[in-house]
């Protein structure tokens, strides 16, 4: 990477980390090109030739947190020596992570206040999120795990269901991260190590 590309991919980072704080701070429909421009301090101009519209800015900043909460769910998977407590590790620290996550409150509470950039991100567009988390999950319990008696097509299925689960239960929280997670655990065992 060359040191032009290195100072462009920080001045985005900056960019989108502005967009991030006024979100968290005071809502996602209070952003706008020129708050973000004023708080990086380049012009409004160079926010839109960085960034693009604010639907792509909304887009940008779900998918970089979902790789900050991917790097999290890997590392909670390789701890695990079993599958199933791995993807019970993985699927708890996704759901408190989700808890406190000021960006991620910015989006379910966008509904509410007539900003719904955020939001279908999360739930009716979600496509890019679930394709992303799910090779990503796919493609370490593959690596660590080894053959767990099912296809691999039949694995593809069940990590797409764990994804769609855990975002599920991030959107509509009814238990307590472990107790959730308990149950995600209890679907995967029973695909993984069904009875005889």
């Known amino acids: 990477m060359s040191f032009r590309d290195s100072v462009r991919g920080l001045m985005r980072d900056r960019q989108l980390d502005a967009a991030g704080a006024i979100t968290a701070e005071s809502g996602w429909g209070t952003v706008t090109m ?11 101009q160079t926010v839109y030739n960085e960034l693009g ?10 998918l970089r947190e979902l790789e900050r909460f991917l790097e999290v769910v890997g590392e909670r ?24 996550n000021p ?4 989006a379910l509470t966008s509904a509410h206040v007539g900003s719904n950039d955020l939001l279908p991100l999360l739930t ?18 593959d690596e660590t795990y080894g053959d767990l008696g099912v296809t691999g097509a ?43």
């Not at 519209?53 to 779900?62: D, M, R, T, W």
């Not at 960006?103 to 910015?106: D, M, N, P």
């Not at 979600?126 to 319990?141: N, P, Y």
């Open 77 to 100: 998977l390789l701890a695990h020596t079993e599958v199933v407590a791995g993807v019970r590790a993985a699927a708890e620290a996704a759901l408190e992570l989700a808890g406190h």
């Open 34 to 44: 020129t708050k973000i421009a004023d708080r990086v301090g380049v012009s409004r």
């Open 103 to 106: 960006l991620l409150r910015a």
């Open 124 to 141: 009716t567009n979600s496509e890019r999120l679930i394709d992303r988390a799910g090779a990503v999950v796919l493609a370490i319990i």
């Open 154 to 196: 039949q694995l593809a299925t069940m990590v797409d269901s764990i994804v769609r689960l855990v975002l599920s239960h991030i959107l509509q929280p009814r238990k307590s991260s472990e107790q959730s997670a308990d149950d995600i655990a209890w679907i995967a065992a029973r695909v993984l190590a069904p009875p005889r």
């Open 53 to 62: 519209s604010k639907a792509h800015i909304a887009e940008e900043l779900v």
